[in-house]
């Protein structure tokens, strides 16, 4: 997984936004990108909140688990679209696309084994009734209670205030390219 996201990195760092781009084009791949980002941060805070670093110790059926059965990776998704929007470039988006989506992808269908066999019949069920990825909100079912781990909130933290670095990020990326300041080597 870590592949596919250093790939975008380097598309990021080594390949230009949209050449023959207008204002306006410019402007809605940037803020689709940005709402992207703010969509897929949210839906990420709001899994890990629920799941806690019990991954394989409980199975969670509430909260954002019981719209469907990964949040957590259709928040990572929609983050990695959302990154490569912001940078209004189209290589990053292809590579989101053909690369970041199907490794997400394939991870999910090897969790799905894993957690079959821990959880059994638990998980069939959950299985059964919970879509893998497209969200189903008449299912919904909250908590009126649950235990919070400071150490997994202070790093969902840390990794929100990292998230919200990428419009900045992508600014200055493109500040450096018009300047040329840093190279770059494929333009779309």
Known sequence: MRFAFAGLVV????????????V??????RWSGYLLLVAGLGLRMWSIVYIGGKK??????????????NPLY??????????????????????????????????????????GAIFRERYA??????PRFFFRFSSYRGVAHM?????VLQRAAIDA?????IPPLANLIGVLH?????PVFWGW
């Not at 394989?56 to 059965?69: A, D, K």
């Not at 235990?147 to 150490?151: I, P």
């Open 11 to 22: 598309l990021a760092l080594f390949s230009g936004a949209a050449a023959d781009a207008s």
């Open 125 to 130: 069920q959950y299985y059964q009734q919970t």
């Open 56 to 69: 394989t110790q409980e199975l969670i059926t509430t909260g954002p688990y019981s719209l469907c059965r």
């Open 161 to 165: 205030l990292g998230i919200l670095m």
């Open 178 to 182: 018009s300047h040329g300041m840093l």
């Open 147 to 151: 235990d919070l781990s400071v150490h």
């Open 24 to 29: 306006m084009t410019d402007f809605a791949f």
């Open 74 to 115: 259709v928040g990572t998704i929609l983050l990695t679209l959302g990154f490569a929007l912001s940078f209004d470039n189209l290589l990053m988006c292809l590579w989101a696309l053909v690369v970041v989506i199907p490794v997400h992808v394939i991870t999910v269908l090897m969790e799905e084994r894993h957690l």
